[in-house]
């Protein structure tokens, strides 16, 4: 058995990566000549007190095995060439010193290394139809995602940013974090930058907008390049559009826009068409009123996890109206109105 063979086998022995048929010949190797055995207890020595440093060593086998058959290639060189020149040189108990050192020298290299983090994963979280949900994010942030959108998020967050993408709906709790902006990439050429609040986000594929309505906190909303940008406070909305590339400010309109997340309606002072139209965005259905009057009416109630029937009960109960439902599951109101 040549010298490459025996120290593969002996390498692979020591590593439990040895097959059966391997083994059997590393063991009629080593009961052929004592020194045969004595090489391998040499180099099983090194390898034990190489174990003592780090009990759970990483080792590219192959990578090891080659510089190690470099080296002893070396010493064979030496050898011929002192051959040559009449010197007598034990240089088959070097090569085993050497062999058993370098193992050593890999095994610490492992160790003293810093460890490679392992790399992010990303989770994808797509809501269908009237579904909603609720996730906690790496940094404790909390998102409410709405129904028929997508958040993209890392298992932790690295590097100075914290970088999630969103097409579709969700309101943002995010935790303060001055050292790591919370950043927001959407389906535009859009992004939402935060260090501490609650905010919502709307920017669905087939949108040509971004709206941004901020609850606490600041947010900017930016494009991509970070060409123009729009602060907002608590109370204030912003509207990208991909359009033309611009930003409008505003003060935060309909409070409603929250309810799919908070699981509150709230009217005050509401003009009849804004209840009817937040209750269809509400619940996904369709409300007519009947006479052109009904439109006139004013509403002031509240709705805490409402119930389509008892809001329709309520609020046509209140104004004298009535409310019906068709076979198609279309709603209607009926009743003289509000002159």
Known sequence: MDRDVQLSLIYKSLKGDISDQEQQQLDNWLEEDAANQQLRDQVQQEWELSEAYEPNLRIDTKADFQKLKARIEEYDKAEKKASDEGRVVPLRRRWLSIAAGLLLAFSLAWWLWPNTPDPVQYSEITTGEGEKRELLLADGSTVWLNENSKLIFPDRF????????????????????????????????????????????????????????????????????????????????????????????????????????????????????????????????????????????????????????????????????????????QYSITGDGCQ
Request: with cysteine; charged share 20%; proline share 3%.
């Open 158 to 329: 690295v590097d100075d940013q914290r970088l999630i993408k969103l097409e579709g709906e969700a309101f943002f709790s995010v935790q303060k974090n001055t050292d790591s902006p919370f950043i927001i990439q959407t389906v535009h050429e859009a992004e939402i930058q935060v260090l501490g609040t609650s905010f919502l986000v709307q920017a669905t594929s087939g949108s040509e907008q971004v709206l941004v309505e901020v609850a606490t906190g600041t947010v900017r909303l930016q494009n991509n390049a970070k060409e123009q940008q729009l602060v907002l406070t608590a109370g204030e909305r912003g509207i990208w559009s991909t359009a033309d590339n611009s930003a409008q400010k505003s003060e935060a309109g309909n409070q409603n826009i929250y309810a799919w997340q908070s699981g509150v309606l709230r009217f005050e002072q509401t003009p009849m068409p804004q209840v009817i139209a937040d209750v269809e965005r509400y619940f996904q259905v369709s409300i007519t009123a009947e006479n052109p009057n009904i439109l006139d009416c004013i509403v002031s109630a509240r709705f805490p996890d409402p119930e389509l029937e008892e809001v329709l009960t309520a609020i046509t109960f209140t104004l004298d109206l009535e409310w019906s439902r068709n076979d198609q599951g």
